[in-house]
């Protein structure tokens, strides 16, 4: 009996010699022994409800038998119901401390299952206490002292404030008696697509409705096979699918990234992503910069730190991705590093680690982007994290919604897709988001065209993004910072305009439809992202980066030649205003003439307030009217 209760628990070899000094297992009822017995055969099977109810009959003919309520905690235990779990082997404890005290180690994990970390660090130290302890014990537990360490201490750091997790399963819609997990969505949250796992892996699709997400359905087309595709990211704009295909014909071996793209009669076929990003090696757990211009995700290919790793290959010119790099020892670790996920700000990476300090198994992490580098991962915390693996975390566009699978006591069946809201000090940077149609000005056409944002105060590029064939983008502005935001396509002026987000409140979507002026005579557009000082034509170093993009039209167009139009409001003495408005165009050529573009090619005229496009009336009126605009006079 007592090693058929020890091969539950954990195994035979943990546990060492207990003392018979109090309890007597020759005297239990025999109906009870028999009950027990029973349970054990279920429990092996897999059966744990029904080990229960038979654990229960054997102490309900024999209140004092303490192997079923050791057994009835092993068991508790594997189906998560850790409080049950604690009560049963507590009963035990307190029928024969002795007798139990090896089964210290399960009655501690699932008190940190509780959240108990102060009792179960408690119980862990008393059972290394003991002299006699079994090798392969005193290591499980000295593992376990250090990770219940690691719980005080994160709490002793982390003011939780009023912050409550409470997640939500998300219903029968999306869970069923199966595994579905790696939950993923675009931008605006209407669709969610995640994989289910019934005899392979496949992908589902939810559609929200008015009531709530509508009953998922498997996705038609080719995508999914007679194989295992999943651990799937949506792109932002929801154009792009990124998946892990296994043995698919012209693969590189076993699990591939493949990449699908939506039409408009539903997803194309898949396409490997090819030799670069795929191996002979393991790749899976893709994830999508919001720019689609990366992709980040978990392979087992040589050049790593650990087991698995996490990887990031970039989108190179002739529109393939290109060989990866490893994120480098910050992130990954000797252990294994896997389900990356970036969010929509392009800063804040979520992922799940072993290697890192935590709680045990897999915990989730994050790390933000500085410059070109990673901040030290940090654990999400108890009670996101616990003793169980957590992994497969999504965070809407919001910044404050979380999903993520989990086989808690209240799901469907095995694993469920939940939701969460995130304590605020984990959460990524706010942002908002702007939409809309790229277009030919006269014929209304959608251009495919580049669309590119800058950080005005370091001039670098933070996000360039592709419209698709029919000229549609989706830009995400992280708040907080100043933007330009210049749209490019050959033979069309620019266009250019700037965001000033430190105000501006987050989680909202804005829409921006863009006409684009092919380049002839009499065609202009207005530099918005040209800077002054009140009074002064001294240009501000936040220009450079839309002077930039003009110096790089001329270079493209070498016949064209231009006209630099300054323009002020009416406040002031309109001779002071027309000789201010003349030297901030002057100021415009003498940047071009800098970097290389001759003085020919460029004129500068002030036209003071005499040439008013909005009125003068208004703050934002005036604001429109103090601009510097280009002018096509010669092709």
């Known amino acids: 009996m007592k090693r058929l209760c020890a091969l539950l628990l954990c195994s035979a070899l943990l546990f060492g010699g207990a003392s018979h000094a109090q309890y007597n297992p020759e005297k239990i009822n025999k109906k009870a022994v028999a009950a027990y017995n029973q349970a054990m055969q279920l429990a092996e099977g897999g059966s744990f409800t029904a080990a229960v ?27 998560k119901a850790h409080e049950q779990s604690v009560a049963a082997y507590e009963k035990a404890l307190a029928l024969d401390s002795n007798y139990s005290s090896d089964f210290r180690l399960p009655y501690s994990i699932n008190l ?12 862990i130290e008393a059972l ?31 003011a939780g404030g009023n912050y409550v997790f409470r997640p939500e399963n998300l219903g029968d819609a999306i869970n069923s008696p199966y595994s579905e997990y790696w939950p993923s969505m675009s931008v605006e949250g209407t669709e969610l697509i995640f994989t289910r796992k019934e005899r392979d892996e496949d992908f589902f699709i939810s559609e929200k409705g008015a009531s709530g997400w509508q ?46 793209y939506k039409t408009l009669d539903g997803w194309s076929q898949a396409i490997n992503l090819g030799s670069k990003v795929n191996s002979e090696h393991w790749e899976s757990q893709p994830c999508l910069s919001p720019d689609k211009r990366s992709i980040y995700f978990s392979s087992n290919r040589p050049g790593g730190f650990g087991g698995e790793d996490l990887w990031v290959s970039h989108l190179q010119p002739n529109g393939r991705f290109g060989e990866p790099v490893n994120l480098g020892p910050t992130i990954n670790t000797t252990g294994n590093e896997s389900c990356p996920f ?15 300090p935590g709680y045990g198994a897999g915990d989730l992490y994050l790390a933000r982007r500085t410059d070109s580098a990673w901040s030290k991962p940090e654990n999400l915390g108890y009670p996101i994290n616990t003793i169980n693996n957590e992994a497969t975390l999504f965070v809407a566009a919001d910044g404050q919604t979380a999903y993520y699978a989990s086989d808690r006591a209240d799901g469907k069946g095995r694993l469920d897709i939940y939701r969460f809201e995130l304590r605020p000090d984990v959460r990524p940077v706010k942002t908002l988001w702007v939409k809309g149609k790229v277009y030919d000005v006269k014929t209304s056409k959608g251009l495919p065209s580049g669309v590119e944002l800058i950080d005005l105060a370091t001039g670098r590029p933070v996000s360039r993004v592709q419209t698709n064939e029919n000229g549609e983008y989706l830009v995400t502005l992280p708040i907080g910072k100043d933007y330009a935001f210049n ?25 921006k439809d863009i006409p684009l002026q092919p380049i002839e005579v009499n065609a202009s557009v207005v530099l918005r992202n040209i800077f002054f000082d009140t009074n002064k034509f001294d240009l501000e170093p936040e220009s450079a980066a839309e002077l930039d993009k003009l110096v790089q039209l001329l270079q493209e167009n070498p016949t064209v030649k231009i006209l630099i139009e300054g323009h002020t409001d009416n406040v002031g003495n309109a001779a002071d205003n027309a000789t201010l408005s003349q030297n901030r165009a002057k100021s415009v050529v003498a940047y071009l003439t800098g ?4 003085t020919a090619r460029l004129q500068a005229k002030g036209f003071g307030a005499s040439k008013p496009i909005a009125d003068n009336n208004t703050e934002a009126g005036r604001a429109q009217n103090r601009r510097t605009e280009v002018k096509i006079i010669e092709r």
């Open 112 to 123: 940190a299952g509780m959240g108990q970390f102060e009792k179960a660090a408690q119980t």
């Open 595 to 598: 970097k290389g573009i001759a």
């Open 342 to 356: 970036l969010h929509a700000d392009n800063q804040t990476l979520y992922f799940s680690s072993d290697g890192h």
């Open 215 to 260: 009953p998922a359905f498997r996705i038609n087309g080719s995508l999914n096979t007679p194989d295992n595709e999943g651990a799937q990211i949506l792109s932002q704009d929801g154009q792009w699918l990124v998946f892990a295909g296994k043995d698919r014909p012209g693969g590189y071996g076993g699990f591939d990234l493949f990449i699908a």
């Open 128 to 158: 290394l206490a003991r002299p006699a302890l079994g090798a392969n014990t005193r290591k499980a537990a000295e593992y376990r002292r250090k990770s219940y360490q690691f719980a005080l201490d994160y709490a002793r750091t982390h």
């Open 53 to 79: 109810q038979q654990l229960q009959e054997a102490i309900k003919r024999d209140p004092a038998y303490v192997e079923a309520y050791l057994s009835l905690g092993g068991v508790y235990g594997q189906i």
């Open 487 to 511: 749209v490019a396509r050959r033979g069309y002026l620019f266009f250019s305009d700037n965001f000033s987000l430190k105000q501006k409140p987050s989680d909202a979507t804005y829409r």
